[in-house]
Nanobody
């Protein structure tokens, strides 16, 4: 059984940081690219960041990454089957449920045409940024 379990969400003040983690089991982790999505209340789910199987290639949604340098960093630990999303300089508009996703094709993670075809999703973790 494939499981993606997110953690690390919570309440944080604007300007603060949060590190989300996703523990993956039930699949061969290095066969999958990993991504993070978020869903702001009342809006469609949107792509945030993706990392390929080795960790050597990453891609970020320009609209989410915009702002301070180093605002978003996605990383993975293939020895521990985990993926992380470090978010800095948080803004109230970053308030959302953040989802971890595993998919075999890296580029399809940020191709909106494949959104409904992504392989595995986690249950999500809430991040709330107070002003």
């Amino acid at each position: 059984q494939v499981r993606l379990v997110e953690s690390g969400g919570g309440l944080v003040r604007a300007g603060g940081s949060v590190r989300l983690s996703c523990a993956v089991s039930g699949l061969t982790f290095t066969n999958y690219a990993m991504g993070w999505f978020r869903q702001i209340r009342g809006k469609e789910r949107e792509f945030v960041a993706a990392i390929n199987w080795s960790g050597g290639t990453t891609y970020y949604a320009p609209s989410v990454k915009a702002g301070s340098p180093g605002r978003l960093t996605i990383s993975r630990d293939n020895a521990k089957n985990t993926v992380h999303l470090q978010m800095n300089s948080l803004r109230p508009e970053d308030t959302a449920v953040y989802y971890c996703v595993a998919h075999t094709n890296f580029r399809q993670l940020f191709d909106v045409d494949y959104r409904s075809k992504l392989d595995h999703w986690g249950q999500g973790t809430q991040v709330t940024v107070s002003s």
